[in-house]
Nanobody
Framework: QVQLVESGGGSVQAGGSLTLSCAASTYTYSRNYMGWFRQAPGKEREGVALIFTGSGGTRYVDSVRGRFTISQDKPKNTVSLEMKSLKPEDTAVYYC???????????????????WGQGTQVTVSS
């Protein structure tokens, strides 16, 4: 079992920056990625960014590419999401996720993710 603990989040004005962090309780071969999903009110939870913990390869949803950067600290089993140029449409609860998955493109579906953090609110005001 992998426990994910998030930190960061909060409120910021449009154009501002925030950084989210997620610590995994243990390293395990039962996961090959860590990443972030988000869920806005009335919307489905969507994948935002992912990093493959072995290769360091990254994936992003188109709406955040160039503004968000995901990175990892492998010895500490942590992953961070640096968010810049934030927009009101980035407002959502952000969830850390982990699991085992691969596809040549895209991000995993919500239903395929076995491990979730508790979520942290990000609010961007205009």
């Amino acid at each position: 079992q992998v426990q994910l603990v998030e930190s960061g989040g909060g409120s910021v004005q449009a154009g501002g920056s925030l950084t989210l962090s997620c610590a995994a309780s243990t390293y395990t071969y039962s996961r090959n990625y860590m990443g972030w999903f988000r869920q806005a009110p009335g919307k489905e939870r969507e994948g935002v960014a992912l990093i493959f913990t072995g290769s360091g390869g990254t994936r992003y949803v188109d709406s955040v590419r160039g503004r968000f950067t995901i990175s990892q600290d492998k010895p500490k089993n942590t992953v961070s999401l640096e968010m810049k140029s934030l927009k009101p449409e980035d407002t959502a609860v952000y969830y850390c996720a982990a699991g085992t998955w691969y596809s040549p493109w895209g991000l995993p579906s919500r239903g395929s993710v076995p491990y979730w953090g508790q979520g942290t609110q990000v609010t961007v005001s205009s």
